[in-house]
Every structure is written in C-alpha cells, then in structure tokens.
C-alpha cells in the first residue's frame, strides 16, 4: 500500500492528452514538491518533473506538471507510442521520509 | 556528464549482510544529496535512505531504519549503503540516485545508475 496513491493504469491514442493523478495528504503532497519519474520497460527511472512543475533540461514539452491541495497530476499532451512506460509520482512527507505513488502503466493504444 | 554505477549487489542468506557501493563522476560529488530507492521484482518503486550534501543529515525509510547504514565518502565521490538483517522483503533492484540539490528531504532524483540486483535467499 504506497502512500501517494495513482491509478494503477491508463491509456490513450497517438496525439490524445493524457493525464495521471497522484492523491496524497497534508503530510506529505499539500506542503512538499512532487516529482515525476518515467520507467520504461528494463531501464532506471528518468526524473520527468520536479518541484511540481519544472521540466529538467532535454524533457519535452509535451510533458508538465502541476500540484493543487493535497494532489498533484502529470499531464501528456500529443501522445506518442514511445512514453508507453510506468510513470511515478513522489514527494517528502513529514515523517521524514521519501514517499512514491504505487506507479501508472501508461499504454498507447 | 552524470554518471553513477552501483556495484555489490548478489546472493545472500537472510539474516546476512551486503555492503552496496556507487561511483559517482561529472559533479561536485560533496554538494549534493545523494539516495537508494529500491524496486522488487515486479512492483514499484519505493525509497529506502538519503543523505544530504555538505556534511548533513541522513534519513531513512522506516522499513529499514535500524537495519541499513548511508554513508558517503567525498573523497572517493562513492555512496554506500551497508544491509544488515537482511530479509527475503528486502530483495529487489538497488538504485542510487543524485538530487537535485544538497537537502535530503527532498524526492528530486536526477540522474540514477543502472541499479544492482539483492537477492535475499536461502
């Protein structure tokens, strides 16, 4: 049972706008940054977003980010086979540990 | 460029030990946090300990607080996490992970090595 709590999957079509929750608690999501990480299938996790909405230098712009209250949500918009992968959301809760969403399989159909 | 590579992964009984090491090159090793989160065979990811840049604070996930040890060596630029106690629980892929900046309470992880494999097992 993961703290931050996802969907355990979702899908679309090439060019559709897809979106991930990740619901948390007011230990954690409501006064801390949310990161984003992608998965694919065999490969370490690759950061996505980090404090709730910034891209590292070399992610698409398809990708963004955004927090309100205790949840936070992943969107990506024009939709390609290739982020066919495991997505995860994480963040600090107050009892001084990391925490991460159980993860989403993201697949184009 | 970033790189970080994992070594001391393997076999071993439960109840044993394993002293896991990474080797971090491209940056000012001693400024940044630095952490292990862990992924068993299958399932998601789950963060397991960090330790702060310029000489702060380590933390620890509860499940295995008592049982691992992070340390940091900054004139090696290597990351370690000892196991003891080890339990059938604790079997997955090992990832260390650089943060984004030298706090470690913080989830930002970028880049992480390729990860080695715990099996606990008897």
């Known amino acids: 049972q993961s703290v931050l709590t996802q969907p355990p999957s979702a899908s679309g079509t090439p060019g559709q706008r897809v979106t991930i929750s990740c619901s948390g608690s007011?230990?954690?999501?409501?006064?801390?940054?949310v990161s984003w990480y992608q998965q694919l299938p065999g490969t370490a996790p690759k950061l996505l977003i980090y404090?709730?909405?910034q891209r590292p230098s070399g992610v698409p712009d398809r990708f963004s980010g955004s927090k309100s209250g205790t949840s936070a949500s992943l969107a990506i918009s024009g939709l390609q086979s290739e982020d066919e992968a495991d997505y995860y959301c994480?963040?600090?809760?107050?009892?001084?540990?990391?925490?991460f969403g159980g993860g989403t399989k993201l697949t184009v159909l | 460029e970033v790189q970080l590579l994992e070594s001391g992964g393997g076999l071993v009984q439960p109840g044993g030990s394993l002293r896991l090491s990474c080797a971090a090159s491209?940056?000012?090793?001693?400024?940044?946090?630095l952490g292990w989160v862990r992924q068993a065979p299958g399932k998601g990811l789950e963060w397991v300990s960090s330790?702060?840049?310029?000489?702060?604070?380590?933390y620890y996930a509860d499940s295995v607080k008592g049982r691992f040890t992070i340390s940091r060596d900054n004139s090696k630029s290597t990351l370690y996490l000892q196991m003891n106690s080890l339990r059938a629980e604790d079997t997955a892929v090992y990832y260390c992970?650089?943060?984004?900046?030298?706090?470690?309470?913080?989830?930002?992880?970028?880049?992480w090595g390729p990860g080695t494999l715990v099996t606990v097992s008897s």
């Open positions: 992970a650089k943060g984004l900046y030298a706090s470690g309470s913080y989830t930002g992880f970028d880049p």
């Open positions: 491209g940056f000012t090793f001693s400024s940044y946090a």
């Open positions: 330790f702060s840049g310029n000489g702060g604070s380590t």
């Open positions: 007011s230990s954690n999501i409501e006064f801390n940054t």
């Open positions: 404090s709730n909405n």
């Open positions: 994480a963040s600090w809760d107050g009892s001084l540990n990391g925490v």
